[in-house]
């Protein structure tokens, strides 16, 4: 169900959805192939999360012909992209979806983290629940393996579920290789030059944890790619912001 | 006075200048706070008049109108009637900031200063933590080095212990120097019993009434044993058991042993029993005195940590001099790793 294989040319039709991921708080968002909507099974189970469902359909799919009021014609615009939300938390964790959302984390569409040691590592979309209306889009780096809050509150009132909780860890058990080596390197606060006592036994503590784990997968016989730490120093000019 | 806004003011309220405390006039005419700065900032004289606005000396009067055209910048208006091109001001503009800024990390690590970062903090002006588990708490402006022109500045997080850069691009031509590294930990020092978590943000923001040591009247009550000098609900509230994030695939965790599996959760990782962090006590040596000074409760570093903390070394061995507290002559050290690795990952992601 997950192989989409022709490149089709009914691109040029996609009016509603070229619309809805051009919308301003819409970046993080993927168009979702025809083909993949237009098959009933990839949308199992939608219909009764979604009012006017096969209205809402219609207008995604660009077939829309149903004459309505106003206020008929706007509950069925946001049951649409209710509709589009659900199905792209899908499409994307298909080979094709990751695919498109690959090439939108190589060109950092969804920002980058903001932990410093990260060094503005791209960030991925992903939802701390699967269900709708729960929880908004938040954003996971790989390198750290944390989820930040998006920064524009525009991205605030995306659902996350739009997204799901697996996307991410799908992508990177799809793509190994784009896994980043993870770095030791941590900040440790200080004062006058010194650190603290309280955050020295701390970090002292994580890194006897990160050493148990390392020490686990080692007798389990799993790589484990860590580096110490990544550029900064010399250059001067190593402005993680850029 | 009254009538035209001083310099420090104008200064400070320039976009991106957010995190900046308003330097106290009687702080920069104290000439023992500005020892060391006259060899490192050019033109010193003449910035540090523009910094108090005092009008240059050989200032004449018949000069008055000659600068008027620069009247639009409250900046320039301060030097208004003195005889000098616009390139001058521009030099002396660009010195004044800088000793503004060296000023400024003193000034924010001084009895006065943290005060005065201590309301704007309980203001919010500095923000809070990206992290979506440390729940809104806020963060204090830092910098990465103490020496001027390496880093922007960035924000501390009390809360997980980590640094963020400011979400805003005009926080990106703000020196981290003019903040420095040693304002975060002073002021989580000086004010133990503040409630670091996010949680209890609108209550601080609500509470004004602070007690003799800076902190919040009357909350005492809440406040754990120390351990190791700071109150134990003090010490990264925001990590630890139900803090981290946990990988998940339709639900299920993904395992360690998984190629794509968790390798990071030692970061965000915390004792559950904070007391295995009490070394003086798991060692049987002598508990930390419970005194206020700082000193007691930095551990000498000088010499221990040779394989981490490796890049900032230098600016920090040297300024630790400067301040006093002898440090240990661990300054520079080799940079390993790095670089090639970095390309490595560059040519997948992008
Ligand atoms: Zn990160
Ligand atoms: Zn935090």
């Known amino acids: 169900m997950d192989d989409y294989n022709s490149e089709t040319d009914s691109d040029y039709a996609s009016y509603w959805r070229d619309w809805f991921i051009s919308t301003r708080g819409h970046e993080y968002f993927c168009e979702i192939d025809e083909d993949y909507l237009t098959d009933r099974f990839n949308l199992t189970g939608l219909q009764p999360e979604v009012h006017y469902y096969q209205y809402a359909l219609d207008l995604i799919t660009d077939v829309f012909d149903f004459d309505c009021d106003d206020e008929t014609r706007e509950s069925i615009e946001k049951s649409a992209k209710h509709l589009y939300g659900l199905v792209h938390a899908r499409y994307i964790i298909t080979t094709r979806g990751l695919q498109k959302m690959l090439e939108k984390y190589k060109k950092c569409d969804f920002g980058r983290c903001p932990r410093v040691l990260c060094r503005s590592h791209p960030l991925l979309p992903i939802g701390l629940s699967d269900v709708a209306h729960s929880k908004s889009v938040k954003l996971y780096c790989a390198k750290c393996e944390d989820v930040y809050s998006p920064k524009s509150s525009r991205h605030a009132t995306i659902d996350g579920a739009y997204f799901g909780t697996s996307f991410p860890h799908i992508l990177f058990q799809v793509y190994p290789a784009l896994i980043p080596p993870k770095v030791n390197e941590r900040y440790i606060p200080r004062c006058f030059g010194f650190k603290t006592h309280a955050m020295a036994a701390l970090a002292r503590w994580q890194e006897e944890q990160r050493a148990n784990q390392d020490r686990r997968l080692l007798e389990a016989g799993v790589e484990v790619r860590r580096v110490e730490s990544e550029t900064i120093g010399d250059d001067s000019s190593s402005d993680d912001a850029s | ?350």
């Open chain 2, 1 to 350: 006075m009254d009538e035209e806004e001083s310099w420090v003011s104008s200064f400070c309220n320039v976009l991106g200048h957010e995190y900046f405390a308003e330097v106290a006039e009687d702080f920069i005419e104290d000439d023992f706070n500005l020892t060391g700065l006259g060899s490192t900032v050019p033109m010193y004289k003449e910035a540090l008049e523009m910094i108090l606005d005092v009008e240059p000396e050989d200032d004449s009067d018949s000069m008055g109108s000659a600068s008027e055209s620069l009247s639009g910048d409250p900046t320039y208006r301060r030097s208004r009637g003195h005889q000098r091109t616009a390139s001058d001001y521009s030099v002396i503009e660009s010195s004044a900031e800088l000793l503004y800024g060296l000023i400024h990390q003193r000034f924010i690590t001084s009895r006065q200063g943290i005060q005065v970062m201590y309301e704007k903090y309980l203001a919010n002006h500095f923000g809070f933590c990206p992290r979506v588990n440390c729940n809104s708490a806020r963060v204090l402006p830092c910098g990465f080095s103490d020496t001027p022109g390496q880093e922007t500045v960035k924000l501390f997080c009390p809360s997980c212990c980590d640094i963020y850069v400011p979400p805003n691009s005009r926080f990106q031509s703000v020196d981290g120097a003019y903040f420095g590294t040693t304002f975060p930990t002073l002021f989580l020092m000086t004010f133990p019993e503040l409630d670091i978590s996010g949680n209890g943000r609108k209550d601080l923001i609500a509470s004004s009434s602070l007690n003799p040591s800076g902190g919040r009247r009357g909350a005492r009550d809440t406040i754990l044993p120390p351990i190791n000098g700071i109150p134990a609900n003090n010490i990264a509230p925001g990590l630890g058991k139900g803090k981290k994030y946990e990988m998940r695939i339709y639900g299920f965790k993904v395992n360690e042993r998984a190629r794509s599996g968790p390798r990071m959760g030692w970061l965000r990782d915390k004792p559950e029993n904070l007391e295995e962090l009490d070394e003086f006590a798991q060692y049987g040596g002598d508990a930390a005195d419970d005194s206020d000074s700082a000193i007691s409760e930095i551990e000498d570093d000088g010499e221990e940590d040779e394989e981490e903390e490796v890049e900032e070394d230098d600016e920090e061995a040297e300024e630790g001099l400067a301040y006093g507290p002898g440090v240990g002559a661990s300054a520079v050290r080799v940079k390993r790793e790095r670089g090639a690795k970095r390309e490595e990952v560059a040519g997948e992601v992008r």
